[in-house]
């Protein structure tokens, strides 16, 4: 074994957040909280090493992988795996890396922990680490065995190895359409082809639709930090690929608009809003009969879970009056195995905790927006529907949980 230093303490978490009172790192591969174990604090920090050191692509590093992803049974994850692509469609493992705390020596049981993994992945190089020091073998063909290195290898040097493709176009960055061609049914096409507009939906309501979609989906304009509604939100993440669930078991794959915000009771979360088109078809063998509705999903994740806190279909949840276009709720929601409960229960709680959401007919008014004006950060009011948006969707969740509790009684 040849032991290689390394210096990790350049890399600087710049933050620790609190969720549930235990103290978290926010994991930039994942895009998810934490718990900030001595172990995880190795991992972050090798990742930054291996995003600035070694050039590994963001979307090329997989954490905490389920191994039973590649092998049917197989319980245990691997901590970071790094891939490089087997054709435009397809990764392969080219490196295992298995962290532990710095305190952990790095013995022969640790090696044949990683070379566990990697009967299942079959990468060609493995590693294990403490954060100090690093032990790195590679897969020699002639001898048939791994080898330890005597540095550690570029990203390319990995790719190369295995006669994998490099990836060196970087993805095209999505530009918003303009505010004078959202009215045109080219843009409503591109729109509901990309899954973000149902087709079964109002069609007046297209142009409105895909200027909240637009104005979220923009990466390049981005919410500075401050507190909205007594929300204090702490960061803008921009978009995220990902997936949520909801009561009925059913799963929204799509893009993401992330914030990472503090709540009332100085908790951190990560608050996911995401407007999608369902399928419209007719006696489908999944999806049986469904009108293409167009929905509304704020998201919290909650460390390795997450569930839509609020899915709103936006043709019954929105009201227009001449120019301006307004999105309610009645209170509807469900409380996992538990089922529906009755609305005037949700509204109530809600008007207890945040009387100003309630509107005078007595239901959640979540934001309002002139329809001849395009949605950004400049508008009053899209931070003022953001504020609301996320108040209502932590106030659900409160909800959830003291309906659960009394059950559990």
Sequence with gaps: MILLEINLESFIIERTYIRNGKNCFFDQIRQILVIATPEEYVRQKLICFLLNILKVPLDKIGVEVPLAHFKRGEKSRADLVIYGNYDEDNLMPVMVIECKAPEVFLTDTVYEQVRHYNEILCSDTIAITNGSELLIWSWDEKQKEFLPLLALPKYIDLVIKQNLLFDYEEQPVWERPKFSEIFGGE??????????????????????????????LDDTKKLPPQVLNGINIIEDGGIRYT???????????????????????????????????????????????????TVFIVAIDDFDKSHNSLQLNIDNYTFRQE???????????????????????????????APELIDESGKVLLGSFNNLEEITWETPEAKEFLGRIVKYALLRDEFRESVKSVKNT
């Design 187 to 216: 843009v409503a096409n591109e729109f509901i082809e990309q899954g973000w507009i149902g087709e079964g939906i109002d069609k007046t309501l297209y142009p409105f639709i895909i200027n909240l979609a637009g104005f979220l």
């Design 243 to 293: 997936s949520f669930g909801n009561a009925a078991g059913g799963r929204w794959p799509g893009y993401y608009r992330y914030f990472i915000i503090e709540d009332g009771e100085k908790n951190n979360q990560i608050i996911s809003l995401a407007i999608m088109g369902g399928i419209k078809c007719e006696n489908h063998p999944k999806f049986r009969n469904s009108p293409g509705y």
């Design 323 to 353: 120019n301006t276009v307004a999105i309610w709720h009645d209170g509807r929601l469900a409380v996992g195995n538990l089922g529906a409960v009755k609305k005037n229960e949700v509204l109530d709680f809600v008007k207890k905790k």
